[in-house]
Each structure stands twice: as structure tokens, then as C-alpha cells.
């Protein structure tokens, strides 16, 4: 897939929104039956009696959608070579079956980096919303990216 | 019900680990391909020529099997009533196909919730080591307990 998207694209105050993924409750109970089988994540009759009310999808599992939103939307036509992390991941309402998600992210803040010319980092706020405009999921986390054109050597550093 | 921890079972300094949870080419590929289709982690080729010198599993999935581990280590049998949320997610080493990751959980502070006396919260941080003893993935997060007996 060509690359539209390097790191000085990524401007503060660049915003996207995805389109959407319709989570079913097959979806959610096979993912936490691997990953979290907490019972409010497996079983729909049992998560009734939790302070849930019903079946809700792991948290885990709202970051994975969240995750592939960002691929189909748009990060899959970028130079991104990976993520070192989050700083805040904020879990604000249960998903439930049938909820339908979305992502808007947010560029807060683009740093070149200071080892390699060619790479730049992005500060992201990543907000997942349902269908009734609530956000989910808010997370605040940073990701890499090449450079279309490599950073130019500093003034006072020596010539190969 | 009634569970082995509650609360009030968790004081801070105290510390749980897991034994090791392998992870095989096929389900990096398979979780990849479902929730984070990025070339590294769902073509081996592609992956080769990336940065990364080969396939590496997704942060996410590797977050996935983190709780996985706590799960078994303790929350299973835990008064859990969830989590609001995680800070200082930190990816530090890639994880790739046949690594065996294995968890330590720490517990840093208990707090009783001022406006529910039934519950508290427990942060704790979590670390992930690969079988080389090298730590892959960290981070702290905030779980929410029922109590034994409710605060006054």
C-alpha cells in the first residue's frame, strides 16, 4: 500500500475521524474467553447479576477495535513504524453488544527525534465514541513515524 | 459467590508472578490480522524488511495476554468490579513468535473509596519478561475491588 501519510504531515490540531465497526456478542465473549474471561466479559447470563447489567467487552478488547479502526482509517497508508506507549488510557463506559465505534484522533503534539533523522515521534489523543457520540475509550499515547525527508544535519555537527 | 480476595487482601509491596504463557507465530498472526493489520505483525516477509527484522506480535496483544495472566494469577477469584483505566503503557521490547512471556504484578497502593463503602481500589503495576528475562511490556493500572466488610 503506497505511504500517504509521514511524519510532518502530523501537525497539532491534525484531526480524523474513522468510519465505524459494529461490535456483536460473539465478538466480544470469543476474545475474552482468550484473553479476559472475567464474567461479565463471557457469560451473558451471569454478567446480568454484575454491577454491569449485562454482557459488556473487555476493555482490551475496545482498544483492539480501536486499534483496527486506526489501521482501516488511515494508519495503514502512513510511515508508522510502531508505538513505545501510552501515558494515559482512560476506560469511560462499557461497550456492549451490537455498540457501534468509531475513532477520532487528535495530534497534540510532533517531536523530531534526536537520534535518528530519519524518524519523528507524535503525541496522539485517540477518543473511541459509540453511536449515541459517548466516548468509551480516551487514551493519550505516542506513536513513530519516518520522515518523508530526512532532518538536516544540526549547523555545528562535523561533516562525514 | 465469595471470592479469595477482596479488597482489603491487598496491601502494597506485596508481589504475584505467573508462570510462562507461550505465544506461537499462528496467533500473532491470527490476533494481528483481526485487530492490528500492520505489515509487521501479519506478513513475514513484509516484516523481514521492516525495522523490526521480522514478525512481532501487537502491543495490544501482548497487553491482551498481560491480562490473561492476571486473570489466572488472581482476578478470577477476585471481588473485581473492573477498571477505570491504565497510565505508563510502555512497549519496550518486541515480542515475537515462540517467546514465552510470563508476569509480575506488583501492588503499590490501596485506597477505600470515599463515595462507595463497598469498594476500593487497588493500583498495581504490571511487568511482562520474555524467557530471556527481559522485560517487554509495563505498565500501572487501577483496578476496583469489592470489600469484606464495608468502611464506616
Known amino acids: ?160 | 459467590m465469595s471470592y479469595k480476595y477482596y479488597w482489603e487482601d491487598f496491601a502494597p509491596g506485596q508481589v504475584r508472578e505467573t508462570g510462562g504463557h507461550s505465544l506461537s507465530e499462528d496467533e500473532i498472526i491470527e490476533f494481528a490480522r483481526k485487530y492490528d493489520p500492520q505489515p509487521f505483525h501479519i506478513d513475514r516477509d513484509k516484516a523481514k524488511q521492516s525495522a523490526f527484522g521480522g514478525l512481532i506480535a501487537s502491543g495490544w496483544q501482548t497487553a491482551g495476554l498481560c491480562m490473561r495472566m492476571l486473570c489466572d494469577l488472581y482476578l478470577l477469584e477476585s471481588a473485581s468490579m473492573g477498571s477505570p483505566g491504565v497510565d505508563e503503557v510502555r512497549w519496550v521490547k518486541p515480542v515475537r513468535p515462540g517467546d514465552t512471556l510470563r508476569l509480575k504484578s506488583t501492588v503499590l497502593e490501596t485506597r477505600a473509596s470515599a463515595s462507595r463503602p463497598d469498594m476500593g481500589t487497588v493500583r498495581s503495576r504490571s511487568e511482562v519478561y520474555n524467557q530471556h528475562g527481559e522485560l517487554v511490556m509495563r505498565m500501572s493500572g487501577v483496578g476496583m475491588f469489592r470489600r469484606r466488610s464495608p468502611g464506616t
Open chain 1, 1 to 160: 500500500m503506497a505511504i500517504k501519510y509521514y511524519w510532518e504531515d502530523f501537525t497539532p490540531g491534525w484531526v480524523i475521524e474513522t468510519p465505524t465497526r459494529t461490535l456483536s456478542e460473539q465478538d466480544i465473549v470469543r476474545f475474552a474467553r482468550e484473553y479476559d474471561p472475567q464474567i461479565f466479559h463471557t457469560d451473558a447470563e451471569a454478567a446480568r447479576a454484575t454491577p454491569f447489567g449485562g454482557l459488556i467487552a473487555s476493555g482490551w478488547q475496545t482498544c483492539g477495535i480501536t486499534m483496527r479502526l486506526m489501521c482501516d482509517g488511515y494508519l495503514l497508508e502512513t510511515s508508522c513504524v510502531g508505538s513505545p506507549g501510552l501515558e494515559e488510557l482512560r476506560w469511560l463506559k462499557p461497550v456492549r453488544p451490537g455498540d457501534t465505534l468509531r475513532l477520532r484522533s487528535t495530534v497534540l503534539e510532533s517531536t523530531p527525534s534526536g537520534k535518528q533523522p530519519n524518524r519523528g515521534t507524535v503525541l496522539f489523543r485517540w477518543d473511541t465514541l459509540n453511536q449515541n457520540d459517548e466516548i468509551v475509550l480516551s487514551m493519550r499515547g505516542r506513536q513513530l513515524f519516518l520522515r518523508r525527508a530526512p532532518a538536516p544535519p544540526e549547523q555545528d555537527s562535523p561533516k562525514a
